[in-house]
């Protein structure tokens, strides 16, 4: 298969505890994305990465979230004191070619209790 | 403020008819359009996309219409099949690079019923 994967499917954690989540986007795309979803919205976007280089944040991007894609390849999102309003579906994707569109993963399913 | 609006949370349309799902944007920098679909536990699938040069562009039965005068843009699947039942986000993005973040709608949830 070779989509964009991203583990685990879902997270459940306690609040105040710190959670990562894994993408491997699909190996010819330089362009990886995060973003989130909630309940009745669409996706939000967090972060992206062209290659390495991290190029751009949303605000919603608090400094308790930290993203990071070593040697440009799989990429990572780390949240750090999890409150009950990081619940949501963490999206990965991944593109070359805006004409084709950006490839999601199936994403991450957050619950913080 | 929202930029990509889909006013439509639903809709519910007979199998072999039309279903139109409707996208209206607010920021004129925005070049480039796409629909994605989403089924329940899996990420939204790419399904057609428009440039702002064109105003029209048509896969098998998926459809895109885009009037830039009125910043609308709509989806039109002709016929309808139950397999289509998803919700469909209209998705935006724009900038001489265009691979800048898309900006998505809320989304329409399409009921096909057989």
């Known amino acids: 298969d070779t989509g964009v994967s991203q583990n685990p499917r879902h997270k459940i954690t306690k609040r105040g505890q710190n959670v990562t989540f894994r993408c491997d986007p699909i190996?010819?795309?330089?362009?990886l994305y995060w973003y989130r979803q909630t309940l009745g919205q669409g996706p939000e976007f967090l972060t992206y990465?062209?290659?390495?280089?991290?190029?751009?944040k949303s605000r919603l991007l608090s400094d308790r979230f930290s993203a990071e894609r070593p040697k440009g390849s799989f990429s990572t999102l780390e949240i750090q004191r999890t409150e009950q309003g990081d619940s949501a579906m963490y999206l990965c994707?991944?593109?070359?070619?805006?004409?084709?569109?950006?490839?999601f993963g199936q994403g991450t399913r957050l619950t913080v209790v | 403020d929202q930029q990509v609006k889909q006013n439509s949370p639903s809709l519910s349309v007979q199998e072999g008819r039309i279903s139109i799902l409707n996208c209206d944007y607010t920021?004129?920098?925005?070049?480039?359009f796409l629909w994605y679909k989403k089924y329940p536990a899996e990420g939204p699938t790419f399904l057609i996309s428009?440039?702002?040069?064109?105003d029209k562009n048509e896969d098998g039965r998926f459809t895109v219409f885009l009037n830039k005068s009125a910043k609308h843009l709509s989806l039109h699947i002709v016929p309808s099949q139950p397999g289509d039942s998803a919700v469909y986000f209209c998705?935006?993005?724009?900038?001489?690079?265009?691979?800048?973040?898309?900006?998505f709608g809320k989304g329409t949830r399409l009921s096909v019923i057989a």
């Open positions: 994707a991944s593109s070359w070619d805006r004409r084709s569109g950006a490839f």
């Open positions: 190996s010819e795309h330089n362009r």
């Open positions: 990465f062209q290659n390495e280089a991290q190029l751009e």
């Open positions: 920021n004129s920098m925005f070049d480039y």
């Open positions: 428009i440039s702002s040069i064109k």
């Open positions: 998705a935006a993005s724009f900038g001489p690079s265009r691979n800048t973040p898309l900006v």
